[in-house]
């Protein structure tokens, strides 16, 4: 793996790029999401740290109980199992430790956001304490924009924020990356239209990846049936790379 920074230090590991400096780091990282299937949005920039050596964890707030997709299944419990089993199956494929699941309500963590009686507050403890004792030289969420506004998403990205801006930022503090989509790269596919983009001039880091790791990405996007049908699961990672990522999935840090 291979990232670019603002200021032109190139460095040979995500994981070694603090301050722009290479330094280097434990071998640990975590990819914090709202639901199984969001993985994929970055699946091969997962596969590349994993085959350099890296212990990615991915750590999934719900368990996508609301979430039916393509499939039969009524929300709930048995959903939730079957969406589970799909990260499980991912996670393997592009070759990361096993995923953690929090188990939240899907569409519930922006719910009274600022009460003790809402997701957000037990979440945000549980996600600190994760942080806390993986000690990850580098997260991985959602930005803001929760990549195409779903509220799950930006609430994950706002939480891991938060737990990470109270941080010592001296050299063991985690680098925070979210996703970008370079302006102008979105494909011509009408469901990818909400999708946010960002200015090229704000991408910081890239991780590049080869073919092995793209077909790693593809047998991760075969996991998730429930979500998608067999001719979108086929196609998902080939379109991705011919167009948002082209080559190296893009990030921006969080923090300067």
């Not at 499939?71 to 079957?82: N, Q």
């Not at 979108?232 to 080559?247: C, E, H, K, N």
Request: aromatic share 8%.
């Amino acid at each position: 793996m291979r990232c670019w920074l603002t200021g032109g230090a190139l460095c040979a590991s995500m994981l070694m790029c603090v301050a722009g400096n290479a330094q280097e780091r434990a071998p640990t990282m975590l990819a914090i999401f709202a639901h199984p299937d969001d993985e994929l949005v970055v699946a091969p920039a997962l596969a590349d740290a994993a085959a350099d050596g890296v212990e990615v964890t991915v750590i999934y707030a719900t368990s996508g109980d609301a979430g039916p997709g393509v499939s039969d299944f009524e929300k709930g419990a048995e959903l939730a199992a079957a969406r589970e089993a799909e990260a499980l199956c991912s996670s393997r494929a592009l070759g990361l430790k096993e995923p953690v699941f929090l188990g939240y309500g899907d569409g519930t963590l922006w719910e009274q956001a600022q009460s003790k009686d809402g997701a957000a507050s037990p979440l945000e403890a549980e996600l600190s304490a994760l942080i806390e004792s993986y000690g990850p030289a580098s997260i991985i969420t959602w930005g803001p924009d929760g990549g195409y506004g779903h509220a799950d998403h930006r609430m994950v990205s706002a939480l891991v924020t938060e737990i990470v801006q109270r941080i010592d930022h001296d050299p063991t503090a985690p680098l925070v990356l979210f996703p970008a989509i370079e302006n102008g790269t979105l494909p011509p596919v009408p469901e990818m239209q909400r999708w946010a983009t960002t200015d090229p001039k704000l991408i910081n880091a890239r991780a590049e990846y080869d073919e092995a790791e793209l077909a790693r990405a593809a047998e991760a996007a075969k996991c998730h049936a429930t979500q998608f049908d067999d001719a979108t699961r086929a196609g998902m990672v080939p379109l991705f790379d011919q167009s948002i990522w082209a080559g190296a999935v893009k990030f921006r840090r969080a923090f300067p």
